[in-house]
């Protein structure tokens, strides 16, 4: 005879739309960290930090969020949090449309030494 069981999911339901992100990214771990981030331009040499998001889930290379902001896949960002300790650079693997947000992973561009998820 079966019995039955439960088991909890890895990221809840109610959760926020980015962790149905998530899901294609397997190692990845929620998190909460507060950061700005900017749109890199060619023609622009520093960049407009110009949204105010949070950072979700981050893998060992990569950070998932959401923004108002509209991104395209391989998009350049700048990422930095409040007191200058982390600001790095990532372009966009995956982008995902939601009424209202665009939910994004976006990989780093190197190493990242500092970041707080590792392998």
Known sequence: MAQQATATAR???????VAGLAR???DATAMRMPVQFA???ESSQSPDFSESIVI?????REVLFACKTPLEFADVLRLRNSD??????A?????QYHP??????????????NWIVKP
Do not use: C, H, I, K
């Open 11 to 17: 990221y809840p339901q109610d959760a926020s739309p």
């Open 24 to 26: 294609f990214f397997p």
């Open 39 to 41: 749109r890199m331009v």
């Open 56 to 60: 979700e889930f981050g893998t060992p």
């Open 84 to 89: 200058g300790s982390f600001e790095e650079e």
């Open 91 to 95: 372009r966009v693997v995956a982008v």
């Open 100 to 113: 209202g947000n665009t939910l994004v992973a976006a990989r780093f561009n190197r190493e990242v030494p």
